[in-house]
């Protein structure tokens, strides 16, 4: 006999399933660019599963020789590589989601000695147009999903599966007269005076608000203290200056520091103003050897007080600051939270911070779902390991006598679609729900 506990998860599991959902966070190519180089399973190491690697001991040498298209190297010789050290990160958040998208979708048990070869032939055999069709729409049911795209690329992406979140980081972190050149190039504007610079982010700004951004995404706790300070505009325009005349990397953070504040208050205001939300990246950093601390979301803090009409999106719950995110979002009404990339990095974590989410934060400033992937396949399984948890979480509130059980799946639908919906006014007319 099912145990109750089994039904209600059963129940709440079709629930969930049903959700055509908004992933709020991907890195997935459009169809067009995604086949470029046939690498079978080798072709999914850009990230995570090879922070691992790395982090378990593997040379970089090592990684590079058997993820790069230019090695020459034969699968049976990536594999070689891989199989020194896949037995110590296949248990982690990235390697059992790698796994079971790749279980799924290529009809393997495993990965391992007895599959590579199948599987990079499958993978190869599959990578055709119309393949994320069925990965994004058939298997993951994703009304759309909000793609970051870089600085100097195109926010055109294919909106049948997505929505562009740019970031405009690069506007506030020039060091030298090149990166000026180079943004001279970009919004082809003379750049030669703050003002000017400022004009061209304006110019760039109306830009993509024309294209139908969904936000602007800031990437800087990768490289600096989210900490941004008010700096009057003299100030600003000096170090500005200073950078005109700079040729070589010869300035240290404190000498840029000034203008990056600057403005990153300035491009703050102006998101706000035109209604564009502000996707922040808290929280571990993807890679190898960084700062956490340069992530700490608190740090956002004086932001979050000077811009009450800019609506903040924390990314990755700030991992592993978790419960100051939540604090954070309890507190002010312009920061909402964000669960992208955890569920990869870690299905426990994902749960108990949702778990305590549910408990802090008011249900509307909850999102649950974003793949945070460089692949159609990496979105499906992160998004398939984002549901579950979901109901998991979802399920033991109702257990305990938090939610009825209608209000667990009226919960899902706003965590896993309906939140982001409305945070980023996103208009799905484009994009192919499925009944
Ligand atoms: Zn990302």
Redesign the pocket.
Known sequence: MTKPSQELRTRLASEIDAIDIVDT???VPDEAAAYAHPLGLFGFFDHYVSSDLVSAGMPREALEQMRSPDSGLSIDERWALLADFWPYVRHTGYGRAMREYMADLFDVDDIGEDTYAILCERIDAAHRPGWYETVLKDKARIAAALV?TWPGQSVAVDPAYFRAVPILDHYATAATRADLEALEAESDRSIQTLAQLLGALEARLAGIVEQGVAGI?VFLAYRRPLLFERVDEAAAARCFDRIWLSQALDLAFEDLKPLQDFVMWHLVGLAADRGLAIQV?TGLQ?GNGNYLENSRPTLLANLFMAFGDARFDL??AGYPYTGEAAALAKNFANVALDL??VQAISPLVAARTLDEWIDTVPANKIFAV?G?SNYAEGAYGHCKVARRVACEVLAGKVESGGLSEDEAAWYARRILRENAEAFFRLDLGNATDRA
Do not use: L
């Open positions: 966070h991907e890195h970051t995404k990246h993807e990314f990755h992208c990339w974003g945070d």
